[in-house]
């Protein structure tokens, strides 16, 4: 067994109040006011005129302006109580280990990380050894060095790191580096995850159906879907959302299954910004919205999704959730027609329309692939 690619996997498992409208009021409230003459408004103007003969006119807001300093409007609140400022609390001491080399692999200085980072991990420190394995693996400070790496992943692997035995897991599947031991690397696996190692959550649920087939494998893995979608893992948030959709499941997550299908189409994953298309056009998982479905779907036949430029083009035919194109319709079915993505409906309309509109979807075409 190799590692799970995800994207495969997936699809072979799872199958204010309006700001004009409020000031319009206040200043016909205020215009009314001016123009009566009743006693208060007659008090309120000499008092007015008081204010301006000692020089302390009032100060009004332009027009888009704020009277209110933000740097220090609460300085500003307590001067005008006659209140003094609160002394503020007192620091706590850090009594934690200061970890040099973490703050010098953040900053960018890996070489000097690395020299930190290695004393702590021969004294076997396992944050310390996981951070000197991924200096190494990834070349970072050092020569890249596979070898020495996977030595440093399973020492703090064997120590308890969740990161190291997400790690050394993904090895033990590949054979590369280590003999390959799949037990093992299940054991590990589920120790990662177990730990809150977000991508070993993933992939324990990827394994457990893999497991077990049908229904049983997917309610098994669903825990473990949910604990890695909400650590925002896109690949989880959109298995979750099939989940969500397809099982019998409690009302409150099923009414869940759209949120986390835009979740995942927010976090940029291109199967999920096609989804969102198909369930806001067709309805599924909440309410139609042909303008919102439209949009999802044209974000993924831009980022080159076949399905979704061709469904794009029977939108632009259909003038569903946007105004009829020809031209539009035609470029995207050149565009999925040369991918592979045969449609003998769009072939027809295709050949339907006159040469200049062909000639013209096609040039669009050749420019969205030049980009």
Not at 88 to 97: C, N, T, V
Request: with cysteine; charged share 25%; glycine share 8%.
């Amino acid at each position: 067994m190799t590692i799970i690619d995800r994207r495969i996997r997936i699809f072979a498992l799872l199958s204010a109040a309006c700001l004009t409208g409020l000031f319009a009021c206040g200043t016909a409230a205020i215009a009314d006011e001016t123009a009566s003459d009743s006693p208060q408004s007659v008090v309120k103007r000499g008092r007015l005129m008081q204010a301006v003969e000692k020089g302390k006119t009032p100060k009004f807001a332009r027009p888009g302006e704020s009277l209110i300093n933000e740097s220090n409007a609460g300085l500003d609140l307590y001067a005008r109580m006659g209140a003094e400022l609160p002394d503020l609390p007192p620091e706590k001491p850090f009594l934690g280990k200061v970890q040099r080399a973490f703050g010098a692999y953040q900053r960018g200085f890996y070489k000097t990380a690395l020299d930190l980072a290695l004393p702590d991990a021969q004294k076997g420190d396992v944050a310390s050894q996981t951070l000197v394995a991924e200096l190494m693996m990834n070349g970072l400070g050092t020569r890249r060095n596979p070898t020495d790496a996977s030595f440093w992943f399973e020492q703090a692997a064997n120590g308890g790191d969740p990161n190291a035995q997400y790690r050394f897991a993904l090895m033990l599947m590949e054979g590369k580096q280590v003999k390959r031991d799949m037990k093992r690397a299940d054991e590990l696996m589920r120790k990662a995850a177990e730990g809150g190692n977000k991508e070993a959550q993933f992939n324990l649920a990827q394994v457990l159906v893999a497991a077990s087939p049908g229904e049983k494998g997917l309610l098994d893995a669903l825990p473990w879907y949910e604990k890695s979608a909400k650590q925002g893992v896109p690949d989880a948030q959109y298995a979750l959302s099939q989940l969500y959709s397809s099982l019998i499941l409690p009302p409150e997550k099923r009414e869940q299954a759209r949120y986390w299908l835009q979740r995942a189409a927010l976090a940029g994953f291109d199967t999920a910004l096609y989804d969102m298309g198909v369930w806001l056009v067709n309805g599924i998982g909440g309410d139609r919205n042909y303008e919102e479905g439209f949009r999802w779907m044209l974000r993924a036949a831009i980022r080159g999704n076949i399905a979704a430029q061709n469904k794009v083009a029977h939108l632009y035919v259909n003038a569903i959730g946007t105004r009829p194109d020809p031209v539009e319709a035609a470029k995207w079915y050149v565009l999925s027609r040369r991918a592979g993505y045969a449609d003998l409906d769009l072939e027809d309309f295709f050949l339907g329309i006159n040469d200049e509109q062909q000639q013209e979807a096609i040039k669009r075409a050749d420019a969205f692939l030049a980009r």
